[in-house]
């Protein structure tokens, strides 16, 4: 088999940038053989591949809803979340070869600004199809929501059978939508996953409906015709609301937390048996439904893991993950870019479970070859 080498301006590993003039040397499939100094591998061979820009392991996008592509563009933008939700639960069904082709859309234009893995929400089976065809790795993720007691049952069978149908896939899960859409219920039902994911905090409003009972979800109920009669707001936010009711092991990649706070991490922190919890940051859905950036400095200083997502094309224009590393560069200039580029790789593929094989450029790995130029990314190998 081939050997490559890639001598790139510079080499970022998934940890942080390599010493100058590092060469990547691979075999031609893209699994990692060694990095060298430039002196070792005879820098200016004729079998060195000199590379313009930042070469980095492929990025892990760690929150997206692959079914959602055909919303591009269609919903609008800064209502805030309850508007939101609504949209797109009256625009979700459409035709099915729309929503297959955007889907098709959508995994490829994944796949070549370059990532390779992705977290994906599922609440239908109709991503099926488009996943045994492409050639990232999904992790997929069957939502389940039901606010009211007495439907748990049934709101848990109905996943059951999604699951059922991503049953050739690696270790897919139940996972559980959002504090308020779930009942505890339906929480206490959810089986232990590896690795589990809920939407957090996500806008004022969310808090606001477990700390006081008022806001508009009140109107999200009222307009999808639940009586939520029974529920009696517990004062403390959403999060700490749900608490006890996490799976008490493996990774929650807790997605958005614009609204979490200091009191709420130490909440989190008083409990003994919780999963391990991943910030995950979708800051650009976080712009196009509220407007709003979550607190990175303090999940920054939670001593928790940051990763990142794209979100849906509901609530983003593109399924970038570098636009979301620049984005919040652009926000965050403080944020040095090494550490953002490990939360777009290694760390994503830690809190997905698929560090074993993505993520760094570790001898045996094959986490697929991204080139950075400005702010562009792309796949290479
Ligand atoms: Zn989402």
């Known amino acids: ?79 805030g979340m309850v508007p939101f939700l609504l949209a797109v639960m009256q625009r979700r069904f459409d035709g099915p070869d729309l929503i297959f082709e955007a889907m098709q859309a959508a995994d490829q234009a994944m796949y070549e600004s370059g990532i390779v893995a992705v977290g994906d929400i599922c609440n239908t089976s109709n991503s ?9 790795n999904y992790v997929n993720f069957i939502e389940v929501s039901g606010f009211v007691p007495s439907g748990a049952h049934n709101r848990y069978e109905q996943a ?30 959810l089986p232990a996953a590896a690795v589990s994911t809920m ?56 997605v958005h937390n614009t609204e979490t706070s200091t009191n709420d991490i130490f909440a989190w922190q008083q409990l003994s048996a919780l999963p391990r919890p991943w910030f995950c940051l979708c800051v650009r859905a976080n712009q196009y439904i509220n407007s709003s950036l979550p607190p990175v400095d303090l999940l920054q200083n939670s001593g928790h893991g940051l990763v990142l997502g794209t979100d ?7 399924l970038d993950l570098m636009a979301e590393v620049f984005t919040l560069l652009n926000h965050f200039p403080e944020l040095p870019l090494e550490r953002v580029l490990h939360w777009a790789t290694l760390a994503g593929a830690e809190a997905l479970g698929l560090d ?26």
């Open 1 to 79: 088999m081939g050997i490559r080498k890639f001598r790139p301006d510079r080499l970022f590993d998934g940890k942080q940038f390599t010493p100058p003039g590092a060469v990547l040397v691979c075999d031609e499939t893209g699994r990692v053989l060694d990095i060298l100094t430039e002196e070792a591998a005879g820098a200016g061979a004729a079998d060195v591949e000199v590379l313009p820009g930042i070469l980095l392991p492929g990025l892990i996008n760690c929150h997206c809803h692959l079914e959602l592509s055909h919303l591009k563009g269609r919903v609008p933008e800064n209502t």
């Open 128 to 136: 099926v199809a488009v996943k045994k065809q492409s050639r990232m």
């Open 160 to 189: 059951q059978s999604v699951l059922k149908a991503f049953e050739s896939f690696t270790n897919p899960s139940i996972v559980p939508h959002a504090p308020y859409s779930v009942s505890r219920e339906l929480f206490s039902l």
């Open 199 to 254: 939407h957090n905090q996500e806008s004022p409003e969310e808090n606001e409906f477990f700390l006081a009972g008022s806001g508009p979800f009140n109107d999200l109920y009222k307009a999808i015709g639940v009586d939520i009669g029974f529920f009696s707001p517990p004062h403390t936010t959403s999060l700490q609301a749900v608490l006890p009711y996490l799976p008490k092991a493996g990774n929650m990649i807790l």
């Open 312 to 318: 849906s094309l509901a609530s983003n224009h593109s």
């Open 356 to 381: 074993q094989y993505l993520g760094s450029f570790v001898k045996g790995k094959k986490p697929g070859l991204v080139l950075l130029q400005g702010q562009r990314s792309k796949r290479i190998l």
